[in-house]
């Protein structure tokens, strides 16, 4: 797999889920997410990070609570949310990217 930083490095929107698999309100993302990527389809990329197996790159973001989600443009984080998003908003800060 590619790094972090060659993945986020793009000019499309990179929207990164940090997420756990024991967190329920990240379970309630995950369909959002996949709606999200239908609707959008190329004018998006979509990457899921486990923090508990990466907790390196978790602690490089300051992600102290999940869901967290970071969209990136050409290598810089242009947008931080947290907790249960609703699709609009996620869809409006991409697209505004």
């Not at 709606?35 to 602690?59: F, R, W, Y």
Request: glycine letters at 8%.
């Amino acid at each position: 797999m590619a790094k972090f930083s060659e993945i986020v490095n793009d000019e499309v929107p990179v929207l990164v889920d940090f997420f756990a698999t024991w967190c329920g309100p990240c379970q309630t993302m995950m369909p959002v997410l996949e709606q999200l990527k239908k609707e959008l389809g190329d004018e998006v990329k979509i990457i899921k990070v486990d923090v508990d197996k990466n907790k390196p790159l978790a602690t490089q973001f300051n992600v102290r609570g999940v869901p967290a989600f970071l969209i990136f443009k050409n290598g810089k984080q242009v947008w931080r949310g947290g907790g249960v998003q609703p699709i609009s908003d996620l869809r409006h800060q991409i697209q505004n990217a």
